[in-house]
């Protein structure tokens, strides 16, 4: 689970431009819209084309959302369970 | 129709950014393709928000911020910008992500910002402005065409003052494009040797400038813009003279009023010649300047120049850097020293021979 963390970290910091932040400063934990990474809603197509893209994964339900993003722990669970 | 040029704000492969001073000093780039010496946006733009626009977005914003400062306008009453590509790095990366991925997987950031108004856009969602915003596509007739706009509508009294800019972004592909088509040079030329060129093609450039045009005169006026004129692909030299001839004749004046004249002289020796007839034979008394030695040659490079002649009104000097080397018929020299007062500065400028563009400018 930790390295499937830092990777999606990564990949986000890459796809969402997020130049002047290292992984390190990332909180698993940390709420990813609002507070937190304070992303919006550009940034959520961005990481759904993203899950697609990396993992094979289509969010079917865009109400699951929500869940899914809340962190990049969610999204780690989420990744690790649907990963085809 | 008439306006004050009141305020600017311009990035260019010169230093030309936040500061007074009209080139002193410049920038080699020893480049077939000039890039803009770009400032730390962080003065200008939330990081947050800075982190999704491409370099011409943060340009235009930066550029247009230092504008508004320099003519004391905190919104403008309407934005018109000229731009022949647009946001083209966007664009590219758009594309390509189309081409790699099958069609698949595309992400909505540079398809949104990927629209060629987008620095007008960004430019009015910065300022929460809501008034008329427009951005024109023409090719060589961008710039001018955003500026043609200005002017009409202060002439219809419908703004007290406009914003009006030109910016174009020469990304590696676009040069590798306009390259094999024979728009630039083979070899790399000297900054200050480009106007003894006898090869084809010219060096690539970019730019973002930024004029806030007003309907009143005021503290910050650099000059006044009396008028404009857009040949497409003129047949002879003769219908340009009788275009500029209209031009100067509507505002009272005669080849023999323009003290300055500047050229848009790239060192393409399939094109150059225009500039030469018209300055060896229409403007044989007046002073000859070039620019695109400094900007190299891009749609929008008229903004550069736009900047130039208002500069050459204001500090009512010559840099020796745009002084065509047998240019001393009115008595002026370089740096400042000068014979007469610079009153009437026009602008000619031509992309490929085929969109040509006159400015008038006045002191006032």
């Known amino acids: 689970m930790d390295a499937l963390i830092d990777q999606l970290k990564g990949e986000i910091i890459e796809q969402l431009n997020l130049e002047d932040l290292k992984k390190e400063d990332i909180d698993a934990d940390a709420p990813l819209f609002g507070e937190g990474l304070g992303l919006d809603s550009i940034d959520a197509l961005e990481l759904i084309v993203l899950l697609e893209k990396n993992y094979g994964i289509k969010i079917a339900n865009p109400a699951d959302g929500k869940k899914i993003f809340q962190s990049i722990r969610t999204m780690a669970e989420f990744v690790q369970a649907n990963k085809k | ?364």
């Open chain 2, 1 to 364: 129709m008439e306006g004050f040029i009141n305020g600017i704000g311009i990035i260019s492969p010169q230093k030309t950014f936040g500061t007074d001073d009209f080139l002193s000093e410049v920038v080699e780039h020893n480049s077939k393709s000039l890039r803009c010496i770009e400032p730390s946006y962080k003065e200008f733009l939330n990081p947050v928000l800075a982190r999704r626009m491409a370099r011409i977005i943060k340009m235009g914003i930066a550029a247009s911020n230092v504008c508004f400062k320099d003519a004391k306008v905190e919104i403008p009453d309407a934005i018109m910008t000229g731009t022949a590509l647009g946001c083209l790095e966007d664009t590219e990366k758009f594309l390509l992500a189309i081409i790699e991925n099958d069609e698949q997987f595309l992400t909505p950031t540079s398809f949104i910002q990927s629209t060629h108004n987008t620095v007008s856009a960004q430019i009015a969602l910065q300022l929460k402005c809501m008034n008329y915003n427009f951005t024109y596509v023409h090719k060589g007739f961008s710039f001018e065409s955003a500026v043609l706009d200005g002017l009409m509508t202060l002439a219809e009294g419908e703004a007290k003052n406009v914003l009006v800019g030109g910016h174009d972004e020469m990304t590696d592909k676009y040069y590798r494009v306009c390259d094999r088509i024979g728009y630039f040079k083979e070899e790399t030329v000297p900054t200050m040797e480009l106007i003894n060129s006898k090869t084809n093609g010219s060096i690539a450039g970019e730019g973002a400038a930024f004029f806030v045009l007003s309907n009143a005169k005021s503290e910050s006026t650099y000059a006044k813009l009396r008028g404009i004129k857009t040949i497409y692909k003129p047949k002879s030299n003769q219908e340009i003279e009788s275009k500029i001839t209209e031009l100067l004749s509507s505002n009272g004046l005669t080849a023999n009023d323009i003290d300055v004249v500047v050229y848009g002289i790239n060192g393409d020796a399939r094109f150059d010649k225009t500039y030469y007839h018209l300055k060896d034979n229409f403007f044989k008394n007046s002073t000859a300047t070039y620019f695109k030695h400094l900007c190299g040659e891009y749609q929008t490079a008229g903004s550069f120049a736009f900047w130039v002649a208002s500069k050459l009104i204001k500090t009512q000097s010559i840099p020796s850097a745009i002084l065509i080397g047998d240019s001393r018929s009115r008595g002026f020299t370089s740096d400042g020293e000068q014979g007469l007062a610079i009153k009437n500065v026009l602008i000619y400028n031509t992309f490929l021979d085929s969109d040509h563009s006159v400015f008038l400018l006045s002191q006032c």
